[in-house]
């Protein structure tokens, strides 16, 4: 049966208690005409289940309903049901503190409504409580009908500001916290500072004094130091817009962290170990400087926390994509001091410490994991950890990069090539020519690696027929560039040296630079990401 065919007196088929049916049913003409009006009405007990005693017409309407028994089966036949879950606290709250001030004026609240048809809309409530000695509590329920645009807009820009109000009250707490910690954590070393300087100067005529009261000053500044670069680290943080992806070597960074912290580890003697052995693909894409200050930032919590045992990096390629990608899980396992259950969830806020410097003994501002998670959230990562108090923490971040293809040559006509081709490789930049000069290696040539212009042609000048049979020269070195190299080469007295075969290598792409290179006397201009193929077939074309 439609709404609109809905008669007043088939409302009574509502199930009323016995207590406080006669008053119900004695007031049913007065409020029949409710049926009719456009908005929403209904009736409820204030009970603990809130059992729904009438509803009109237009509360059906507004809910999608075209039956009663629809409306029951969607709401529960009860004021709890016709409320969105995340709103009931809310409410419940209001009607309250309505019933506990004795004050029966319409009370007036908003909240949402999930409809027959799943949508959710804002609705205006306006509630009037009252209280019977037979029937019980009761309250009487307007409800707008929300279908003014402009209404919901307001509704909206309420909930925003409200959002707004909260958020901004956080960044002040944030704020407060971030002055109380770091004034605590900064005049320590400040005061080791000016303690140690005053003692020094009052020790001047006993030098080896002097030298131990300065070295405790440099180890206060370089706390302080590390304190300030990590306050300003999230700042900086929290403004960039991404990352600026270059071509990098995963070892290469690795290695890198890995020499840098290996004195600290050693000093406090812990194990310090790297394993790379499961890297696939080395060669990715990524903001290397963000990569480089994640790692760094895991490890040297993880030392800065472990005073017996070892810490261990892993890096490992777990699985490929689609596209030339795949993710790389990165672990940083320690026998540290472990932290709680109940931190573990809050290890990653800013400012946030297990234990005050008073009682672990170590200085800090309790920014470093914050400034991992912040730096994950930048290469798209995530970052979990996992630890037990006394037993050490194993920090697990998942990586997703673009990898650069390994060379498949098996069906390549450059299989047939020749690859104990000796060849001459000036690259300026020293990772690059590392790259460069390894899966060259790996493909059986053999590479003489320069690192600027010059060197390469002090290099072809000395040799001698059959010495080089190419040149992959980088155009973008200092001294000499490549340019300069191949003109002066194309004018040896020798024509063997001569006509060598030249190849640039370079991130120089444009039509004009690409001119140059033939004018200089370069045979093939190729850019940089080397696409691996596409070099082999370039020298097998060039000589054979």
């Not at 270059?246 to 812990?270: M, N, T, V, W, Y």
């Not at 696939?280 to 790692?295: A, D, E, G, M």
């Not at 003994?361 to 920014?367: A, E, N, T, V, Y």
């Amino acid at each position: 049966m439609e709404v609109d065919q809905l008669e007043a007196g088939q409302w009574q088929d509502w199930q009323l208690p016995p207590q406080g049916q006669a008053e119900v049913e004695a007031a049913w003409e007065s409020i029949q005409f409710m049926d009719e009006i456009p908005g929403g009405f209904f009736i409820y007990y204030a009970d603990g289940d809130e059992r729904l005693i009438y509803a009109n017409k237009g509360m059906l309407r507004t809910f999608g309903c075209t039956t009663l028994q629809e409306f029951r089966q969607l709401t529960g036949n009860s004021f709890k049901g016709i409320v969105f879950p995340d709103d009931l606290e809310a409410v419940e709250d209001s009607i309250r503190k309505q019933i506990q001030s004795n004050q029966y004026d319409l009370d007036y609240v908003e909240y949402r409504i999930r409809r027959k048809d799943g949508t959710i809309r804002w609705v205006e409530d306006y509630g009037h409580f009252i209280h019977t000695e037979d029937a019980g509590d009761i309250f009487y329920v307007f409800i707008g009908d929300s279908t003014d645009e402009r209404s919901q807009e307001q509704m909206r820009q309420k909930r925003v500001l409200s959002d707004a109000l909260e958020k901004a009250d956080l960044a002040v707490k944030a704020k407060n916290a971030f002055l109380s910690q770091i004034s605590h954590e900064m005049r320590t070393p400040l005061n080791a500072i000016f303690g140690f300087t005053t003692l020094a100067k009052n020790s001047l005529r006993e030098p080896d004094t002097v030298r131990e009261y300065l070295d405790e000053v440099e180890v206060a500044s370089r706390q302080l130091l590390n304190m300030i670069t990590q306050a300003l680290d999230v700042s900086n943080l929290s403004s960039a817009a991404g990352s600026d992806q270059e071509e990098c070597d995963l070892r290469s960074i690795l290695q890198e962290i890995h020499e840098f912290l290996l004195p600290q580890a050693q000093e406090k003697g812990l194990r310090f170990s790297l394993n790379c052995k499961h890297i696939v693909h080395r060669i990715v894409y990524t903001n290397p400087q963000q990569l480089k200050q994640l790692v760094l930032n895991l490890a040297n919590n993880a030392i800065t926390y472990t005073e017996s045992g070892g810490v261990t990096i892993v890096m490992s390629e777990e699985k490929s994509l689609p596209d030339s990608h795949a993710v790389y899980r990165l672990e940083v396992r320690d026998t540290g001091v472990g932290i709680s259950a109940e931190f573990l969830e809050k290890a990653f806020e800013p400012f946030s410490r297990e234990k005050t410097s008073t009682l672990s003994g170590i200085r800090g501002i309790g920014l470093g994991l914050t400034i991992a998670k912040s730096i994950a959230d930048l290469l798209d990562a995530t970052i979990t950890v996992q630890s037990a108090v006394g037993q050490g923490s194993t920090f697990t971040v998942m990586l997703p990069f673009r990898v650069q293809p390994l060379p498949d040559v098996s069906g390549d006509p450059t299989a047939k090539l020749s690859h104990s081709l000796r060849i001459l490789l000036a690259e300026d930049n020293d990772l690059n020519r590392e790259i460069e000069t390894e899966l060259l290696e790996r493909m059986g040539f053999l590479i003489d690696p320069v690192s600027n212009g010059e060197q390469a042609w002090e290099k072809v000048k000395a040799a001698s027929p059959g010495d080089y049979d190419l040149l992959i020269l980088d155009l973008q070195m200092p001294v000499m560039d490549g340019w300069e190299v191949a003109a002066s080469i194309r004018k040896l007295p020798d024509p063997t040296m001569a006509h060598i075969p030249i190849i640039a290598l370079s991130a120089n792409v444009s039509i004009h630079d690409r001119r140059r290179s033939l004018d200089s006397g370069i045979d093939e201009h190729l850019t940089k990401p080397m696409d691996l193929p596409l070099l082999l077939k370039t020298i097998e074309k060039m000589t054979t």
